[in-house]
């Protein structure tokens, strides 16, 4: 079974840009979290979609929006990008129900650099 | 307070010695407890959940749940240098399936061999 896929791995943006990321869950999976990923903070929750619905949100700006498709494909999108968003940003896909849902498995990441 | 607690290392442990790392949680309704491994410039991959009070044991590694004292613990009996990474402890918040995951801010093994 295929991983989790994102695309695409390297990004480098100035700021005022925009940004958008794409994430592929393992088939089957229908819940997709992101995260973004620094040295100083750690990794920190974005948001949760679930059959195309936000399910979750974490402590970010409105600056950050994502969505989901009907095949669980998901996209995330960072407007007017700020120094500090360089970042990694993670997407996890699990399955939907219970206690698997934090069962997840992450994808390679893709590394944002905002100049 | 940080809602899930580790020590950020580096822990330093001799080849073949038992490993231990700890986390602290503050959610009392805390549900499902993880484990995480990340190695350098990788994602982090799942290596063992715990729903339950008690020990779990998968292999080399032992996941440890106490919900009264609100702590996760990861040993790793045997280590080795491939156990050298970040571990990262998550657990679930609140009940409903709206509940958020939230990681710890990881503890770095190092095996000296």
């Known amino acids: 079974k295929a991983g989790v896929t994102q695309t695409p791995r390297y990004l480098i943006k100035t700021r005022g840009q925009q940004v958008t990321l794409s994430c592929s869950p393992i088939?089957?999976?229908?819940?997709v979290s992101w995260y973004q990923q620094t040295p100083g903070q750690g990794l920190q929750f974005l948001f949760e979609y679930f059959s195309e619905t936000q399910r979750n949100k974490g402590n970010f700006p409105g600056r950050f929006s994502g969505r989901q498709f009907s095949n669980s494909r998901s996209e995330m999108n960072v407007s007017t990008l700020e120094l500090g968003d360089s970042a990694l940003y993670l997407c996890a896909s699990s399955l939907e129900s219970g206690r698997a849902r934090g069962e997840q498995f992450f994808g390679p990441g893709t590394r944002l650099t905002v100049l | 307070q940080k809602e899930v607690e580790q020590n950020s290392g580096p822990l330093s442990v001799p080849e073949g010695a038992i490993a231990s790392l700890n986390c602290t949680y503050s959610?009392?309704?805390?549900?499902?407890f993880f484990w995480y491994r990340q190695y350098s410039g990788k994602s982090p991959e799942l290596i063992m959940f715990?729903?339950?009070?008690g020990d779990k044991e998968d292999g080399r590694f032992t996941a440890q749940l106490n919900k009264a004292s609100q702590y996760v613990s990861l040993l790793i009996r045997d280590s080795q240098p491939s156990d050298s990474a970040t571990y990262l402890c998550?657990?679930?918040?609140?009940?409903?399936?709206?509940?958020?995951?939230?990681f710890g801010s990881g503890t770095r093994l190092s095996i000296r061999p």
């Open positions: 715990i729903y339950s009070n």
């Open positions: 088939s089957g999976h229908r819940s």
């Open positions: 959610d009392r309704g805390s549900q499902s």
């Open positions: 998550a657990c679930t918040t609140g009940y409903s399936s709206a509940s958020k995951i939230i």
